[in-house]
Each structure stands twice: as C-alpha cells, then as structure tokens.
C-alpha cells in the first residue's frame, strides 16, 4: 500500500501541485503550514475550509451561496397550467356529482330532503339543460382554482394532492356551507350528503391534479 500511494503521488498526485490543499484551492500559507512540524494543527489532517481560515487567517475561502427558490407569481402558476387536464378533471368531477345524487347513492335522501325547499329538483322542470350547463361551468371554476392551489403548492403525487384536495374540500367549502346553514335552516342531513359530496370531490380531483402535474 505504502509502494502504491509513493508511485500514485510521484504521478502528480492532487494534479501538477501534489498537495492536498493546493489541488482545493488553498492559498501557500496552508501548504506551508501541512507540511510543517507536529506542532501545526493542519498537519495530517482533513479539516472542513472554515476552520483553516480561522487557524491560518491568510487561507480566505469564500462562504458558501445557497440558491433560494423563486415563488412564481399567480399568472406564472395559471400559464403553467394544462387546459386539456382542467378541463378532463372536471368533467370527472360533474359525473362524479351525478353519481353521488343518483339512485345508486344519496339520490333517495336528497330528494326527501329538498321536497320542503324552494330549490327541489321538481322546480328544475322545463330548464334542465341550462341548470346542467352552468352547474359544469361552476364545477369548472373551481376546478381551475384547486389546478391552481396544487400547481402552486408543487403537489406532485396522488395521495398529497388527495390530502390536499380533502383539506380544500372539507376546511374551505365545508366551513362556508356550514356558515351559510346557520341561516338557510338546512336540516343536518342534507347538509352531511352535500357536504361529503364536496370533500369527496375535491380529494378525488387532487388526486388527479397530482398525478398529472
């Protein structure tokens, strides 16, 4: 091993210097100072930059530079966006809402619910085609809002961006129509069905915003 590290360092060793500190970039005194006695604590030593500056003050080593992150600004965010993956997610998300208030599911206890307000679905008659059109343009809209949020909390897996859809969902628009029942007189029921609706669905389209960002 001895023979090996001799013929290694007659090679040039740290290139054309053949030290340790001058092959990284430190200035004579340290060269100097490895090679002296004993005595000299850099002698024989691995030692981080800091410290030789601070023992041989003559041995600048320029401090270390982090690139800090740049936040993106809103329109930054919503130009990054892809239209074509907004637009599929909530397309998604309205099937889900017909599935979610169809017979297979809530439709049953929804109805029951509706029958005593303003807003049953028999006051629907004659404009269902338009209600369904807004109904997706607002489905849309928020869509576009959670590509946003995902987009620019960089949520890049299925789980977190189902997480953070459920937290959306549930923290956001759930604390609204909880506010807005206070004074709609909504009974607890139909507020449990629309409400789980919501969060369902913002988990499931985060979840599919994750995936694709």
């Not at 054309?16 to 100097?32: L, M, N, R, Y």
């Not at 169809?102 to 929804?110: G, Y």
């Not at 995902?150 to 890049?156: E, F, G, Q, S, V």
């Not at 937290?167 to 009974?187: I, P, Q, T, Y």
């Amino acid at each position: 091993m001895v023979g090996k590290a001799q013929s290694w360092r007659r090679r040039g060793g740290f290139g054309k210097s053949g030290s340790f500190a001058a092959h990284f970039g430190f200035p004579d005194s340290v060269q100097e100072g490895a090679a002296a006695g004993p005595s000299n604590p850099l002698r024989n030593s691995f030692i981080s930059a800091g410290r030789a500056a601070s023992l041989h003050p003559a041995a600048h080593v320029a401090p270390r530079r982090f690139n800090r992150q740049t936040v993106p600004t809103m329109p930054q965010v919503i130009q990054s966006l892809n239209c074509f993956h907004v637009f599929f997610v909530a397309a998604v998300g309205f099937i889900f809402g017909w599935l979610w208030y169809s017979p297979l599911m809530f439709n049953k206890a929804w109805v029951a619910e509706m029958q005593s307000s303003s807003q049953a679905p028999a006051n629907l008659k004659g404009r269902m085609g338009q209600a369904t059109a807004v109904a997706f343009l607002f489905t849309l809209l928020s869509t576009f809002g959670l590509a946003v949020l995902i987009n620019w909390h960089h949520t890049a897996s299925a789980l977190k961006g189902a997480e953070f859809g459920a937290f959306v969902g549930a923290v956001v628009v759930g604390s609204r129509m909880l506010n807005s029942s206070v004074w709609e007189n909504r009974s607890p029921r139909l507020l449990r069905i629309n409400l789980g609706h919501e969060i369902v669905l913002f988990a499931l389209q985060g979840a599919l915003l994750g995936c694709w960002r």
